[in-house]
């Protein structure tokens, strides 16, 4: 079973949404900073761009997901049979979305993905990770203590609302579906696929509210 459950946790613990660098992310930085040097790449440039990959067009894919499971309950029951299929259907796969599941938030259970042993994410829907979900902080505690990391990305839920927590693994990838904001019942597809968040899809956020997604 690749999920594990809880419902209160006792202590409280720092959470630093720092990482420690891989080899590999070392290396690369080795690279950028040598580029930057010798005036081949504009470092205000490539922050932009990963920016926009990594909260933009990536999320946009797993968001076009939801809004569609929202608003097509066949999709929907589709999507939480075989995720990998269902989620094909829109276009959307390729290296590491090859096998998908979605566990869907209720009123009752709230789910959240991590990656306990690197950083196994599901590109094709979400883009590229956060620093954060690659950090050792969150894939330790995100296990042992999912309320307290939740309380801190800002996510408060009720006592009674269990916890499970979901490893994703190069050979499965998970993805979460957040409940429908209240009060959208006359929004569009495109309009609900805009107060799909990131992090609602990783379980450590929520939708916007119709409100918000209008301010934004």
Same mark, same amino acid.
């Given at each position: 079973m690749a999920d594990h459950d809880h419902h209160d946790h006792a202590h409280d613990h720092p959470h630093d949404h720092g990482s420690e660098l891989s080899p590999m992310e070392l290396r690369v930085r080795a690279l950028e900073s040598i580029l930057v040097e010798k005036g081949y790449v504009d470092p205000a440039a490539l922050d932009t761009l990963i920016?926009?990959? +990594?909260?933009?067009?990536?999320? #946009?894919?797993?968001?076009?997901?939801? @809004? #569609?499971?929202? =608003?097509?309950?066949?999709?929907?029951?589709?999507?939480?049979?075989? @995720?990998?299929a269902a989620i094909r259907e829109l276009g959307f796969g390729g290296r590491g979305g090859e096998h =998908?599941? *979605?566990?869907?938030?209720?009123?009752? +259970?709230?789910? =959240? *993905?991590?990656?306990?042993l690197c950083s196994c994410y599901p590109w094709p829907v979400l883009g590229l990770p956060p620093v954060w979900y690659k950090s050792p902080p969150?894939?330790?505690?995100?296990?042992?203590d999912p309320r307290g990391v939740l309380r801190e990305f800002g996510v408060d839920l009720p006592a009674t609302t269990r916890i499970r927590v979901w490893d994703s693994t190069a050979e499965l990838r998970y993805m979460v579906l957040p409940m429908r904001p209240a009060g959208t019942e006359q929004l569009d +597809?495109? @309009?609900?696929?805009?107060?799909?968040?990131r992090d609602s899809m990783i379980g450590t956020g929520l939708p916007l509210s119709p409100e918000?997604?209008? #301010?934004?």
């Open positions: 920016d926009t990959y +990594e909260t933009k067009i990536g999320p #946009r894919n797993g968001a076009q997901v939801v @809004a #569609r499971a929202w =608003m097509d309950p066949a999709y929907r029951a589709r999507l939480l049979d075989d @995720a990998t =998908m599941m *979605v566990v869907a938030n209720t009123p009752e +259970e709230h789910n =959240m *993905v991590v990656c306990t969150y894939r330790s505690r995100a296990v042992i +597809e495109a @309009a609900l696929a805009d107060l799909v968040t918000q997604g209008v #301010r934004a």
